[in-house]
């Protein structure tokens, strides 16, 4: 550990004032003063004060209304109030300025300099909207996710959006969770079909909470209906914890979410024999909790051919678990 640093001997700063409008000397000359209500031997030319201090010292008591002359040119005490609360009234002005100079020099700096940026920004209309929604696309050059629940401006419109095209050309990955109530309509199921064979990779899940846009790990855009009457507001957010937090968010979906692909036939199902009455009782006694034993009883096969039903199934429907798997057949009707 180190020794601590030897006093100084040489001569120190002075001390800072008492924040109340005077100067140590100044506020013992005015308490003197106060005994006599007079500065004797003060006249209109000059002179020191009585306690021996420096003219200086009067001037700032005559400076803050705590002094002043007479007509014969003698200083005499005033009270200290008014005078004290007008200083003080002049330092909260000064104060209010420099808080509006902070501001406006913040905002300067900002724009020069980039730094300090708000980490999010309200978009209202459809022009300020989907053209940052296109602009993100166009600039993106790793990856988009997002959450899909169909366009709130043109509901009848099937995807892929027009920018997703141009930027999956240049090699932009896009991965897109799709909320399953949007995949029962026919926009929903076209749009996904159509992507996919574009090359997206999609996923469903049930209750997706927002429409999102995240492009690599700058910027995401957070889409939302108006609460009453048309058009559509939206939330850009910029780098920062709340940018942070919303991939986890997305990567948190993507992970739980089942895989979906685009195939021909009713719902998105393959075509053929699928689903038996066999799949649909397996189906079913799988929802309802049964053991493997259970349904192997109830089949009338053995545990072994259960394992292999269910695991043809979810590589059928493109489902790593189990819950998945119901998931994914409740999506496609065939519960």
Do not use: C
């Not at 099937?158 to 095209?165: D, E, K, T």
């Amino acid at each position: 550990m180190s020794q601590p640093p030897e006093p100084e001997t040489g001569p120190q700063p002075p001390s800072d004032p008492p924040v109340r409008g005077l100067t140590p000397e100044a506020e013992a000359l005015y308490r003197a003063l106060l005994l006599g209500g007079r500065a004797p031997g003060v006249g209109a030319v000059d002179g020191a004060d009585p306690a021996g201090g420096s003219g200086g010292v009067l001037a700032e008591l005559e400076r803050l209304g705590l002094l002043a002359r007479d007509a014969d040119g003698v200083l005499r005490v005033r009270p200290p109030r008014l005078a004290l609360e007008r200083w003080a009234a002049e330092r909260e002005l000064e104060a209010v300025r420099a808080r509006q100079s902070a501001d406006d020099l913040s905002r300067l700096y900002t724009v020069h300099t980039g730094a300090g940026a708000q980490f999010a920004e309200v978009l209202e209309g459809e022009e300020a909207v989907v053209g940052t929604f296109e602009a993100m696309q166009a600039e993106a050059r790793e990856q988009i996710r997002g959450f899909e629940r169909g366009s709130y401006l043109r509901p009848e419109e099937v995807g892929p959006n027009p920018a997703q095209l141009p930027s999956m050309e240049r090699g932009v990955a896009y991965h897109v969770v799709y909320d399953a109530a949007f995949l029962q309509t026919e926009v929903g199921l076209h749009s996904l079909q159509e992507a996919v064979r574009a090359g997206e990779n999609a996923r469903a899940f049930p209750g997706v909470p927002m429409k999102l846009v995240i492009a690599d790990s700058s910027r995401a855009l957070i889409s939302v209906p108006p609460r009453s009457g048309h058009g559509v507001m939206a939330l850009l957010v910029h780098p920062s914890m709340l940018l942070d937090a919303i991939i986890e968010l997305f990567e948190a979906f993507w992970r739980l979410a089942v895989p979906v692909g685009a195939v021909p036939g009713r719902a998105g199902v393959p075509v053929g024999s699928e689903p038996s009455p066999d799949t649909q009782r397996l189906l079913a006694l799988l929802s309802a909790g049964s053991t493997d034993e259970a349904i192997a009883r109830d089949l009338g096969v053995s545990q072994r051919t259960v394992h292999r039903r269910v695991s043809r199934l979810q590589e059928l429907l493109g489902a790593r678990t189990r819950f998945q798997l119901g998931v994914q057949a409740a999506r496609r009707g065939w519960l």
